[in-house]
């Protein structure tokens, strides 16, 4: 897939200004496991300032609707979000995917079952995943995300996942 980022976006990811998390020219590696098709995948996104388009594409392809194939370029500050959720925790687990990309007809479907999929979700434009985190109590999980105030968080107990995404803050 072509990406195309904005020239500030990797200007700043170029200046190794120390954040929170160390510098950003840091490498950045996430481990996922996908629960519908039990792929497994490692990938280190982002490295030397800059984010990796091979590994980036990978993710696209890992994270696509299990339903149907159909996939689209995932958000990379959603990776950064999930990232930065593991150094605050200290986490060095696996996510375990429940959702993340869904194309129309799946959105559709689900929202036809369910009244709390929205009809324009995150999911919709690749901004949004459902994970637990392998070594994380999903309450903690939840609230760390919360605590960075990067986007949108859900918090599904019964099911034991949250939602994350890059949209606008919000919580539920």
């Not at 020239?7 to 996908?34: C, E, M, T, W």
């Amino acid at each position: 897939m072509n990406r195309k980022y904005p020239a500030l976006a990797i200007a700043v990811a170029l200046i190794s200004v120390p954040n929170a998390f160390g510098n950003i020219g840091d490498a950045r590696k996430l481990k996922f496991y996908h629960t519908h098709t039990q792929k497994q995948i490692e990938v280190t996104y982002f490295r030397e300032g800059d984010y990796q388009h091979e590994e980036l594409d990978q993710l696209d392809q890992f994270l696509s609707d299990w339903r149907n194939g159909q996939g689209r370029e995932i958000d990379p500050e959603l990776m950064d979000i999930l990232w930065e959720i593991q150094q605050a925790t200290g986490s060095r687990g696996t996510y375990e995917v429940i959702s993340a990309y869904r194309s129309p007809a799946t959105n559709a479907m689900l929202a036809s079952r369910s009244s709390g999929v929205a009809r324009n979700s995150q999911h919709l434009h690749g901004k949004a995943i459902d994970v637990r985190l392998r070594d994380v109590d999903t309450r903690v999980l939840r609230d760390t995300a919360l605590e960075l105030k990067r986007g949108g968080v859900g918090y599904y107990a019964k099911s034991d996942f949250v939602h994350v995404d890059t949209g606008r803050v919000r919580s539920w």
